[in-house]
């Protein structure tokens, strides 16, 4: 039987980018948020007591066509949007049905995206060293630049486009500008980190290095009526400067009056400027560095991209976050400024054996992270220290009486009533002499599902590292192991009263990985080169006479790095793992049954199968790109089932209960946050479009009437609106048209069976002139439902349009012309 193992991106990304900014829809009722290589389109209900609406936020549609990261979104009214990617597409999207309309291929990784006022048919994309203007639904180059720009941005109510490369704001005024290389070189006397152009005045207020803003005023007019190309220094223009920041501003963002302006840097702290007064307003402890800042079109709240991998709602009345979107949350969340995901540090994924699909995010600083990756959403912040996270300023790279606190290791119990932690506090003292502390805690879980910490123990090897904490599978028993070679056996007395009962050890060795046996009988210990098997008692503890089962590795040199057994309580084997080699021991045998050879990064059991899979270093010292393969084996077979190759490193990996509860499905946590699914079967696709249903369902019709509410209000480009959606509706009708023909040659059917529905689909096509046209099913649909009924003959004209209909005077015509069609062909 050939094994089904498929690989899809599940959900997760990076929403910490510099220029991907959320995107509001025209009405202001639906945000976008970039996601690595996805879209986010979440959707608010109706409004709460207090008026707020933002309270009811979900989402709403996941919309994944990009095969690298997108780096920039812009809105292109009537529900349309433009994304941009590092795999060197643009692709412009219906959002009400979450299509692609048109795909724009530049070949090369496409940096920042901006879209005039008025012209929202061409946009300006940054590609390498080129700042080119494309027209949209021709997707062709209208004009082009030799300008290699950091970010680019639009004036809100102008025609001005700038390109922003380090300490100069390049100024293009109108297309004929840009059509003729005409531009200003606005020089600042710092490196810019942000800047925001007024709607009104056209002033230009730029944010730098050092953490100053500066304002330059009516910038727009005086770059109005240059010919050629001029250079404007800072010095030279009126100008106010503000200074609270004490690093680099990250964001700015006016208003759409006018008369604030909103900064956000690396301290966590939102800053209001009122600009008419001079007072300022401090929403601090955001949760991380703020990236950027995207006002909603009505004006009444704020959509902040944070540090953390997060997107926070601010409300401009009560100036209070009043929802939120998370990811998983990456380790650094302050020090963005120079953003780099090899910043990232390793973490793991802790499966909860009884919540399918939620996984806890380890090695955080302070907290653990559970997130439910079937629905991708962020659950809960677990804290497990409470301490304040530290802002390093630029001029040191971490405060000298500075700490740092990181959740090292944690277990469950298996019936989920302890969580059992083990964080690492590091602090320095002024003669940068550093101190390491280690604290285990023992929380316990109400039915409730809040933590209570029962008890907690400080440095529990002594001067030794702990390097390993399991669980045992039926009892209250927790073993940790240290760098010294120690095994403690830590045992539960009473309610909250946890005691180190028994130690052991091998020889000094160092014990580098723990594993329980499925039925709590072994403990198995990796001890240097050498495997050990400790025959455990009633209690779970072992005799303290006991000598264990020695199982020397091979070479002798290799160090064991993690050990573990199946998750099949019949199975006699027992999985090692050095850095060149994985071994598989039979233990009633005491010999090895297979080995291989390969380089090891990562190791992972399937607890509820007898699956495993290791993640092997195929990049060379060469190579600045980390690339990997992940082989997925079956505990008894030498040969992998199926092996994935990734050009993308891989933070952490581990096995997921899928919603039945007696499979699991391998998640992979990549560097840019994003979690990939190798599942055996479809159970995880279903449960993910079973939890998404409900959300879709609901908004389907709030989607149909922000969508003609919206097109309704925009007479400004009336025109240009009508020219576009008769486009747009000969490219849908022709794209359903040609569906029919999309399968192979010799699996096409009959002309009788084509025919109608091409007839039909390019009638309706040409009738449904306003933009909402019925949505078609694809023929392939139809031919698949057909084979599993047995009925190949015969496909209705009736079944090839969906339910809705709104002229049915019309489609009765339509099916009878049809009919007729098919009579003549079988006569």
């Not at 390097?467 to 007395?493: M, Q, Y």
């Not at 060149?580 to 039979?586: E, L």
């Not at 190759?645 to 998640?667: K, N």
């Not at 389907?700 to 209000?713: F, P, V």
């Amino acid at each position: 039987m050939k094994d089904q193992w498929s690989t899809e991106l599940y959900g997760g990304g990076s929403m910490s980018g510099r220029t991907a900014s959320p995107v509001w829809s025209g009405n202001g009722r639906y945000v976008i948020l970039p996601s690595g290589r996805s879209l986010k389109m979440y959707g608010f209900g109706q409004p709460d007591e207090a008026g707020n609406q933002i309270s009811s936020l979900g989402r709403v549609k996941t919309l994944s066509e990009h095969i690298e990261g997108i780096t920039a979104v812009a809105d292109l009214g009537k529900f349309r949007c433009i994304s941009t990617s590092t795999d060197g597409t643009a692709r412009l999207w219906d959002l009400s049905d979450g299509s692609i309309l048109r795909t724009i291929d530049v070949g090369y990784p496409i940096h920042a995206v901006a879209i005039q006022e008025g012209q929202r048919n061409r946009a300006y994309i940054a590609v390498g060293s080129e700042l080119r203007r494309i027209e949209i639904m021709k997707g062709r180059t209208e004009a082009s630049i030799g300008l290699n720009c950091n970010f680019i941005a639009a004036g809100p109510k102008s025609d001005t486009i700038l390109g922003i490369r380090r300490r100069s704001v390049y100024v293009f005024s109108g297309n004929v500008a840009f059509e003729n290389r005409s531009f200003v070189k606005f020089k600042h006397n710092r490196r810019i980190t942000a800047v925001s152009l007024h709607p009104e005045d056209g002033s230009l207020a730029v944010g730098d290095e050092i953490g100053v803003i500066t304002v330059y005023h009516n910038v727009v007019k005086l770059c109005g009526h240059v010919k050629g190309r001029k250079t404007l220094k800072g010095e030279n223009v009126s100008q106010s400067k503000m200074h609270w920041h004490a690093s680099s501003v990250l964001s700015l963002a006016y208003t759409n009056e006018g008369n604030i302006l909103l900064s956000g840097g690396s301290e966590a702290v939102l800053v209001m400027w009122e600009l008419s007064t001079g007072r300022k307003r401090f929403l601090p402890r955001i949760g991380g560095a703020i990236l950027s800042i995207s006002p909603r079109p009505s004006g009444t709240s704020y959509a902040l991209t944070c540090g953390d991998n997060a997107v926070r709602f601010v409300s401009a009345a009560s100036f209070s976050v009043v929802a939120q979107v998370r990811g998983i949350r990456p380790v650094d969340a302050f020090h963005q400024s120079s953003w780099s995901r090899s910043k990232l540090a390793k973490v793991c994924l802790l499966p909860d054996l009884k919540s399918p699909g939620v996984a806890l995010v380890v090695g955080l600083p302070n907290v653990i992270q559970a997130y439910d990756m079937w629905r991708d959403e962020h659950l809960a912040d677990i804290v497990i220290s409470a301490r304040n996270e530290l802002f390093a300023f630029k001029d040191r790279a971490t405060p000298s009486k500075g700490t740092t606190c990181k959740v090292q290791l944690a277990c469950l119990s298996a019936d989920g009533s302890f969580l059992v932690t083990l964080d690492v506090l590091r602090a320095k003292t002024s003669e940068d002499v550093e101190f390491v502390t280690e604290t285990l805690r023992f929380n316990s879980i109400d039915p409730e599902g809040k933590f209570r910490v029962a008890a907690k123990v400080e440095n529990p090897h002594g001067g030794a590292y702990t390097t390993s904490l399991v669980f045992h599978p039926r009892l209250n028993v927790v073993a940790t192991s240290s760098s010294e070679g120690s095994i403690n056996f830590w045992k539960l007395r009473k309610e909250s009263d946890w005691y180190c009962s028994r130690s052991i050890g091998y020889r000094g060795f160092r014990c580098s990985s723990l594993c329980f046996s499925k039925d709590g009988s072994l403990l198995a210990s990796a001890c240097g080169p050498v495997l050990a098997l400790w025959t455990l008692n009633e209690d779970g503890i072992t005799d303290i006479d006991a000598d264990p089962r020695i199982l020397c590795h091979s070479p002798t040199n290799e160090y064991i790095t993690s050990v573990s057994f199946t998750g099949s309580t019949e199975s006699p084997l027992v999985i090692t793992s050095s850095s060149r080699s994985v071994h598989v021991w039979n233990v009633i045998t005491g010999s090895v049954w297979w080995s291989a050879r390969m380089k090891v990064r990562e190791f992972a059991a399937d607890p509820l199968g007898e699956n495993f899979a290791v993640i092997v270093n195929l990049s060379t010292s060469s190579e600045s790109t980390p690339q990997c393969a992940v082989a997925i084996f079956e505990v008894s077979k030498p040969v992998p089932k199926r092996v994935f190759r990734f050009r993308h490193d891989v933070l952490a990996m581990s096995f997921v209960p899928v919603e039945t509860g007696d499979q699991s499905a391998l998640v992979l946590l990549a560097k840019d946050l994003e979690f990939i699914v190798l599942s055996e079967n479809d159970s995880v696709r279903q449960t993910r479009a079973r939890t998404e249903s409900g959300n879709t369902a609901d908004a389907e019709e709030e989607l149909d009437q922000s969508e003609d509410a919206e097109m309704s209000d925009d007479d400004d480009h009336k025109k240009s609106r009508e020219e576009d959606v008769d486009l747009n509706v000969a490219l849908s009708a022709s794209r359903r048209a040609l569906s029919a023909f999309e399968l192979p040659s010799h699996t096409l059917p009959s002309l009788t069976v084509t025919g109608p529905k091409f007839l039909m689909d390019m009638m309706t096509g040409s009738r449904d002139g306003d933009g909402d046209e019925d949505e078609a099913v694809p023929l392939r649909e139809d031919l698949q439902q057909s084979e599993s009924d047995d009925e190949k003959d015969e496909i209705s004209g009736k079944n090839l349009r969906r339910s809705k209909q709104r002229q049915p005077f019309s489609e009765d015509l339509l099916k009878s012309f049809a009919d007729a069609f098919a009579t003549k062909q079988k006569s």
